[in-house]
């Protein structure tokens, strides 16, 4: 069984903009990928898991969202992160299509649990609102930590949260 580090994309990855759809406005949270890489040498498989309802609100296509992920895992290769497109689950449907995987719905991540043999038990979720927080908690992720959007990970505070609760 792996341990996983589910992140939040907006406002934990990159700079929440609202409704970010393309390179040009997608800007690394300073210190993320320092810390992705960190994380990954401790044995965690990074996984992204983002509810992107741009899509079904028709404010951009699939497709920009395609490209925009493949530029983030080339940037996040770059910086030494083992990391492909299987590792990134989104959710494209607007919030009244009532669909299982848009956060605070755990969807996303119970299928990245089934798809890696991920332990949840053993994972950790970090993200920017309460609607994360809620959907690690549904499937059963131990480790929960809320940010500040768009701030950058204090790493000391992160370590600390999941030294803490492993202890409780
Ligand atoms: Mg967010
Ligand atoms: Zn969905």
């Not at 053993?122 to 549904?138: L, N, V, Y």
């Amino acid at each position: 069984m792996k341990k996983a580090l589910f992140l939040d994309r907006d406002g934990v990855i990159n700079i929440d903009h609202g409704y970010v759809s393309c390179p040009e406005e997608f800007e690394f949270v300073p210190g993320i990928l320092d810390f992705i890489r960190t994380m990954q040498k401790k044995g965690y498989l990074p996984i992204v898991v983002t509810n992107q309802s741009g899509i079904g609100r028709g404010y951009y296509t699939a497709e920009d969202f395609e490209r925009l992920t493949e530029y983030m895992l080339e940037r996040m290769r770059k910086a030494g992160i083992v990391i492909d497109r299987t590792q990134v689950f989104h959710c494209p449907h607007a919030p009244e299509e009532k669909c299982n995987c848009r956060k605070p719905a755990p969807g996303m991540l119970l299928e990245a649990i089934d798809r890696f043999e991920i332990d949840p038990g053993e994972s950790i979720m970090i993200g920017d609102k309460t609607s994360d927080i809620e959907a690690a908690d549904a499937a059963g992720v131990r480790h929960k930590v809320q940010i500040e959007k768009n701030r950058p990970l204090d790493h000391d505070k992160i370590h600390q949260i999941i030294r803490r609760e492993k202890h409780s």
